[in-house]
Protein backbone atom coordinates (compact mmCIF):
# COMPACT_ATOMS: atom_id res chain seq x y z
CA UNK A 1 0.00 0.00 0.00
CA UNK A 2 1.47 3.48 -0.90
CA UNK A 3 0.35 6.70 0.69
CA UNK A 4 0.21 10.10 -1.08
CA UNK A 5 0.45 13.10 0.84
CA UNK A 6 0.17 16.48 -1.25
CA UNK A 7 1.04 19.71 0.74
CA UNK A 8 1.77 23.00 -0.71
CA UNK A 9 -1.11 24.48 -1.98
CA UNK A 10 -2.93 27.62 -1.22
CA UNK A 11 -4.14 30.92 -3.08
CA UNK A 12 -2.32 33.12 -5.11
CA UNK A 13 -2.73 35.98 -7.54
CA UNK A 14 -2.89 35.29 -11.38
CA UNK A 15 1.17 35.41 -12.32
CA UNK A 16 1.92 34.12 -9.08
CA UNK A 17 3.79 30.09 -8.64
CA UNK A 18 3.24 27.87 -5.98
CA UNK A 19 5.38 24.33 -6.09
CA UNK A 20 3.16 21.76 -4.73
CA UNK A 21 4.97 18.35 -3.09
CA UNK A 22 3.58 14.56 -2.96
CA UNK A 23 5.55 12.73 -0.09
CA UNK A 24 5.09 8.97 -0.87
CA UNK A 25 5.61 5.99 1.71
CA UNK A 26 6.87 2.77 0.81
CA UNK A 27 10.69 1.60 0.10
CA UNK A 28 10.59 1.57 -3.80
CA UNK A 29 9.67 5.13 -4.57
CA UNK A 30 12.42 5.21 -7.80
CA UNK A 31 10.30 2.83 -9.62
CA UNK A 32 7.13 4.90 -9.02
CA UNK A 33 5.45 6.10 -11.94
CA UNK A 34 4.39 9.62 -10.96
CA UNK A 35 1.91 12.16 -12.27
CA UNK A 36 -0.37 15.49 -10.73
CA UNK A 37 -3.92 15.88 -12.41
CA UNK A 38 -6.30 18.08 -11.33
CA UNK A 39 -10.25 18.35 -11.21
CA UNK A 40 -11.88 22.01 -11.38
CA UNK A 41 -15.35 22.27 -10.10
CA UNK A 42 -18.00 21.03 -13.32
CA UNK A 43 -15.41 19.46 -15.27
CA UNK A 44 -13.49 16.33 -15.27
CA UNK A 45 -10.27 15.24 -14.26
CA UNK A 46 -7.67 16.20 -16.51
CA UNK A 47 -3.68 15.06 -16.20
CA UNK A 48 -1.53 17.67 -15.59
CA UNK A 49 1.84 15.90 -15.98
CA UNK A 50 3.82 13.19 -15.32
CA UNK A 51 7.40 11.93 -14.51
CA UNK A 52 8.19 8.06 -15.26
CA UNK A 53 11.06 6.11 -12.96
CA UNK A 54 13.95 6.93 -14.97
CA UNK A 55 12.69 10.76 -15.12
CA UNK A 56 10.99 11.73 -18.41
CA UNK A 57 8.28 13.92 -18.31
CA UNK A 58 5.21 14.73 -20.30
CA UNK A 59 2.96 17.72 -19.88
CA UNK A 60 -0.72 18.44 -20.81
CA UNK A 61 -0.54 21.37 -23.64
CA UNK A 62 -2.09 23.46 -21.63
CA UNK A 63 0.44 23.51 -18.85
CA UNK A 64 4.22 23.40 -21.21
CA UNK A 65 6.61 25.85 -20.30
CA UNK A 66 5.07 26.74 -17.09
CA UNK A 67 4.73 23.79 -15.12
CA UNK A 68 7.78 21.41 -13.90
CA UNK A 69 7.33 17.96 -12.81
CA UNK A 70 10.17 16.55 -10.97
CA UNK A 71 11.23 13.89 -8.08
CA UNK A 72 13.66 13.20 -5.42
CA UNK A 73 13.82 9.88 -5.15
CA UNK A 74 15.88 10.40 -1.83
CA UNK A 75 13.14 12.23 -0.35
CA UNK A 76 10.43 9.68 -1.83
CA UNK A 77 9.04 13.28 -2.86
CA UNK A 78 7.47 14.43 -6.48
CA UNK A 79 6.82 17.95 -7.03
CA UNK A 80 4.86 20.59 -9.60
CA UNK A 81 6.73 23.81 -9.55
CA UNK A 82 3.77 25.96 -11.27
CA UNK A 83 4.76 29.18 -12.79
CA UNK A 84 2.75 32.38 -14.49
CA UNK A 85 -0.56 30.65 -12.66
CA UNK A 86 -3.92 31.81 -14.47
CA UNK A 87 -7.46 31.85 -13.07
CA UNK A 88 -8.33 28.65 -14.95
CA UNK A 89 -5.72 27.08 -13.14
CA UNK A 90 -7.90 27.17 -10.08
CA UNK A 91 -8.40 23.46 -9.37
CA UNK A 92 -8.36 20.46 -6.84
CA UNK A 93 -4.46 18.93 -7.62
CA UNK A 94 -4.36 15.43 -7.37
CA UNK A 95 -0.78 13.44 -6.98
CA UNK A 96 -1.12 10.34 -8.69
CA UNK A 97 1.43 7.21 -8.09
CA UNK A 98 1.60 4.18 -10.02
CA UNK A 99 3.60 0.55 -9.09
CA UNK A 100 2.12 -2.48 -9.85
CA UNK A 101 -1.72 -1.01 -8.70
CA UNK A 102 -2.24 3.22 -8.78
CA UNK A 103 -2.39 5.31 -5.60
CA UNK A 104 -3.89 8.82 -5.35
CA UNK A 105 -3.65 11.44 -2.88
CA UNK A 106 -6.27 13.42 -0.87
CA UNK A 107 -6.19 16.52 -3.44
CA UNK A 108 -5.06 19.98 -2.45
CA UNK A 109 -6.51 22.98 -3.19
CA UNK A 110 -5.20 25.73 -5.97
CA UNK A 111 -6.98 29.09 -6.07
CA UNK A 112 -5.67 31.74 -8.78
CA UNK A 113 -7.65 34.52 -8.11
CA UNK A 114 -6.88 38.36 -8.06
Known amino acids: QVQLVESGGGSVQPGGSLRLSCAAS????????MGWYRQAPGKQRELVAIISSSGSTNYADSMKGRFTISRDNAKNTAYLQMNSLKPEDTAVYYC????????WGQGIQVTVSS
Open 96 to 103: YAQFVNQY
Open 26 to 33: GSDFSLYY
